[in-house]
């Protein structure tokens, strides 16, 4: 009965005081999709980025260690929502993506979302999506670009692409007159696919972006959703999300670069 009682007050004593209390320490599976300077692969099977980095540095601190696997982002999405995976990789917020996973509070990435056309003879984009009226546009299945985008979907003829790859090798070759992704991930793709000289970002952006760590929406996943939240916001404070973010050469939430004109944009 006693140390009923000492316990109770210790953990009293201990949550007052803004400490995090560590779970049980367990092996986590965290899926994404490859995505350039938050979830890359090499050819060894190593894998690196913002994301990395971030989520090694949380597990830490709660005693678990993660386990990384990349899937196609449908097929990422679907295990976290069925929990055959503890953490989803990268997603941005929405309405329709509250309802299916459990997000952190806090953000840990800053995307910059843009449109792609073909350099000789292709479209200009001054941010008025009216002048997309009856123009193809690829989008990659999945991916969300935010409310602008989703409101305007009707005044255009979508294609959607199961990955990038896909909807520049479409724009290249003139089946469809944009392709709308994301700059740092598809301009390096752009150049690996040798296709720097047929096609280029437009300006201005889409718009920015905020990406997240989501868990299921299951209650066996809400004490582990519940740490990792804390253990991030401590980070955030301490600003080791911003070093974390300088070191991969990736803008985080609050600590991002000046926006400047992208000379390699139309």
């Given at each position: 009965?006693?140390?009923?009682?000492?316990?109770?007050?210790?953990?009293?004593?201990?949550?007052?005081?803004g400490?995090?209390?560590?779970?049980?320490?367990?092996?986590r599976?965290?899926?994404?999709?490859?995505?350039?300077?938050?979830?890359?692969?090499?050819a060894?099977?190593?894998?690196?980025?913002?994301?990395v980095?971030?989520?090694?540095?949380?597990?830490?601190?709660a005693?678990?260690?993660?386990?990384?696997?990349?899937?196609?982002?449908?097929?990422a999405?679907?295990?976290?929502?069925?929990?055959?995976?503890d953490?989803?990789?990268?997603?941005y917020?929405?309405?329709?993506?509250?309802?299916?996973?459990?997000?952190?509070?806090?953000?840990?990435?800053?995307?910059?979302?843009?449109?792609?056309?073909?350099?000789?003879?292709?479209?200009?984009?001054?941010?008025?999506?009216?002048?997309?009226a009856?123009?193809?546009?690829?989008?990659?299945?999945?991916?969300?670009y935010?409310?602008?985008?989703?409101?305007?979907?009707?005044?255009?003829?979508?294609?959607?692409?199961?990955?990038?790859e896909?909807?520049?090798?479409?724009?290249?070759?003139?089946?469809?007159?944009l392709?709308?992704?994301?700059?740092?991930?598809?301009?390096?793709?752009?150049?690996?696919?040798?296709?720097?000289?047929?096609?280029?970002?437009?300006?201005?952006?889409i718009?920015?972006?905020?990406?997240?760590?989501?868990?299921?929406?299951?209650?066996?996943?809400?004490?582990?959703?519940?740490?990792?939240?804390?253990?991030?916001?401590?980070?955030?404070?301490?600003?080791?999300?911003?070093?974390?973010?300088?070191?991969?050469?990736?803008?985080?939430?609050?600590?991002?670069?000046?926006?400047?004109?992208?000379?390699?944009?139309?």
């Open positions: 009965m006693h140390v009923t009682v000492l316990s109770k007050c210790l953990l009293a004593s201990t949550l007052a005081a400490v995090v209390l560590p779970a049980l320490a367990v092996e599976l965290a899926v994404g999709a490859s995505f350039r300077y938050l979830f890359e692969q090499d060894e099977g190593r894998v690196s980025g913002l994301g980095d971030v989520l090694n540095a949380l597990a830490a601190r005693g678990d260690t993660i386990r990384y696997q990349m899937y196609p982002w449908p097929r999405q679907a295990m976290v929502e069925r929990g055959q995976a953490i989803l990789i990268g997603p917020r929405s309405a329709e993506r509250l309802r299916r996973f459990d997000f952190l509070d806090q953000p840990f990435y800053r995307d910059r979302l843009v449109f792609y056309a073909r350099r000789q003879g292709g479209m200009t984009w001054h941010g008025e999506y009216a002048s997309l009856g123009k193809r546009v690829a989008a990659v299945r999945g991916w969300y935010g409310n602008a985008f989703d409101a305007a979907r009707p005044r255009f003829e979508l294609s959607e692409v199961a990955q990038v896909n909807g520049l090798q479409m724009l290249a070759v003139g089946r469809v007159d392709f709308a992704g994301n700059r740092p991930h598809t301009e390096n793709l752009v150049r690996a696919l040798g296709l720097a000289d047929k096609l280029t970002a437009l300006c201005p952006d718009g920015t972006i905020d990406s997240y760590l989501a868990f299921p929406r299951a209650a066996a996943f809400a004490g582990a959703r519940r740490q990792y939240n804390a253990l991030l916001e401590q980070m955030v404070r301490s600003g080791e999300l911003q070093r974390l973010g300088a070191k991969n050469g990736a803008a985080v939430p609050g600590a991002e670069r000046l926006a400047t004109p992208d000379a390699g944009c139309k």
